[in-house]
Nanobody, 120 residues
Framework: QVQLVESGGGLVQAGGSLRLSCAAS????????MGWYRQAPGKQRELVAA???????SYGDSVKGRFTISRDNAKNTVYLQMNSLKAEDTAVYYC??????????????WGQGTQVTVSS
């Protein structure tokens, strides 16, 4: 089994910053891509940012220039630095990891979600 533990969500005023973390543990052979998605009430889940094993990054259009994704391979952890937060960034943020488990089966794994609320 692979477990993802997220942290760092909370309530912040518009213009403020938050940093999310997601640590993967368990039966991991290797990790490929890591990323963050979010889902606001009444909306579909959308990609926020992703990072490959070679540190190539991609971002959703609405967060470009404000959010930065990074990873620490030694800790199997992915981070999302969120600056200049807006009310429309309010959502539940989910960590996603694409990994090979110890049986060499590739799967997508999801965190439990962490709430980010931006007050205007």
């Amino acid at each position: 089994q692979v477990q993802l533990v997220e942290s760092g969500g909370g309530l912040v005023q518009a213009g403020g910053s938050l940093r999310l973390s997601c640590a993967a543990s368990g039966s991991i052979f290797s990790i490929n891509a890591m990323g963050w998605y979010r889902q606001a009430p009444g909306k579909q889940r959308e990609l926020v940012a992703a990072i490959t094993s070679r540190d190539s990054t991609s971002y959703g259009d609405s967060v470009k220039g404000r959010f930065t994704i990074s990873r620490d391979n030694a800790k199997n952890t992915v981070y999302l630095q969120m600056n200049s937060l807006k009310a429309e960034d309010t959502a539940v943020y989910y960590c996603n990891v694409n990994a090979l488990n110890l049986r060499l089966v590739r799967n997508d794994y999801w965190g439990q979600g962490t709430q980010v609320t931006v007050s205007s």
